[in-house]
């Protein structure tokens, strides 16, 4: 104790230690470089993961070295190498003569000296094609009409609606197909005989007058069905054919101009409708074919 009972004053120094220095900030640029480090890494991941086989192939390109062509010169300097000739100053070159290379001839030339590639030729096939191609859009234009008219000629006159479904209309390699089929109860023609009946020759004219307005050939065929037991008459040629020129005759009494008439066969139960079961009466049908050609004209 001091005299007078007062307390001694105690000063405490603290002294800090520098073994935790930040070492002046130098951690900071080497953790920006890894940063920096990671997210190029991930945006060369993405890359790869999102661009096409195509992209990573022109990124290749872009970053190899331009290819440089060898070169047998001597030096390997600007100006550098042999000489094109012995003859001159300071002439060193290996050979004296400069081959002039002739320019290379095309790949189709033929012994005559000619090119096969010939634009003329190749302008009249592409002139050809195209007409075939103008020619087929006209032909489908002129068969969808035909097709609508005749539908709609069904569809005007009241006694020829109960005979629609006796009309089949599709088009086929050969051309636009009308059909006229018969059903069970609704035959066109009485058994083994060659003559139509009146509604037969109702849907006839209808036909007729859709085959007019188009300049098509045409050809009719007759077809009968097979009979129950499976066996195929003689008879049935000559009843096909009969009633296929039966067709024709009123055809042509209808308004088709005879030069247009191009075939007329019978076919017998040898082309059926309904090959799974050929005794069906839609089996017995005539078929008339607009061709899909263009029309022949008279000689001038």
């Known amino acids: 104790m001091a005299a007078g009972g007062e307390a001694p004053i105690l000063i405490k120094k603290i002294k800090k230690s520098a073994?935790?220095?930040?070492?002046?900030?130098?951690?900071?640029?080497?953790?920006?470089?890894?940063?920096?480090?990671m997210m190029a890494f991930f945006l060369l991941m993405w890359l790869i993961n999102t661009t096409s086989p195509e992209q990573?192939?022109?990124?290749?390109?872009?970053?190899?070295?331009?290819?440089v062509s060898e070169t047998t010169s001597g030096s390997g300097g600007i100006l550098g190498g042999t000489a094109l000739g012995d003859d001159g100053a300071k002439g060193n070159g290996s050979r004296s003569v400069i081959e002039a290379l002739a320019p290379e001839a095309p790949p189709n030339v033929k012994d005559t000296g000619q090119s096969q590639n010939n634009p003329g030729s190749s302008e009249n096939a592409n002139d050809?094609?195209?007409?075939?191609?103008?020619?087929?859009?006209?032909?489908?234009?002129?068969?969808?009409?035909?097709?609508?008219?005749?539908?709609?000629?069904?569809?005007?006159?009241?006694?020829?609606?109960?005979?629609?479904?006796q009309i089949i209309i599709d088009e086929t390699p050969e051309g636009l197909r009308i059909q006229l089929v018969d059903q069970d109860g609704r035959s066109m023609f009485k058994?083994?005989?060659a003559a139509p009946n009146d509604r037969a020759r109702i849907l006839?004219?209808?036909?007729?007058?859709?085959?007019?307005?188009?300049?098509?050939?045409?050809?009719?065929a007759g077809h009968t069905s097979s009979s129950l037991n499976g066996a195929r008459?003689?008879?049935?040629?000559?009843?096909?054919?009969?009633?296929?020129?039966?067709?024709?005759?009123?055809l042509q009494a209808a308004g088709v101009?005879?030069?247009?008439?191009?075939?007329?066969?019978?076919?017998?139960?040898?082309?059926?409708?309904?090959?799974?079961?050929?005794?069906?009466?839609g089996n017995r049908r005539i078929s008339i074919v607009l061709l899909r050609e263009a029309p022949v004209l008279p000689p001038d």
Do not use: C
């Open 233 to 250: 008459p003689d008879g049935d040629w000559g009843l096909s054919s009969a009633r296929a020129d039966t067709a024709r005759q009123i």
């Open 191 to 193: 058994e083994g005989a």
């Open 56 to 67: 990573k192939r022109g990124i290749a390109d872009y970053f190899a070295p331009a290819s």
């Open 128 to 165: 050809t094609q195209s007409q075939s191609k103008a020619q087929q859009a006209q032909d489908e234009a002129a068969f969808a009409s035909a097709a609508q008219s005749l539908r709609q000629a069904l569809q005007d006159m009241p006694e020829l609606a109960e005979l629609s479904k």
């Open 19 to 37: 073994g935790h220095a930040h070492h002046g900030g130098a951690w900071k640029v080497a953790y920006a470089d890894f940063v920096t480090a």
């Open 257 to 281: 101009p005879t030069d247009r008439i191009y075939q007329v066969s019978g076919k017998a139960n040898s082309d059926p409708l309904y090959p799974d079961d050929p005794t069906l009466a």
């Open 204 to 220: 006839l004219r209808a036909i007729a007058r859709v085959i007019v307005g188009l300049p098509n050939r045409v050809t009719i």
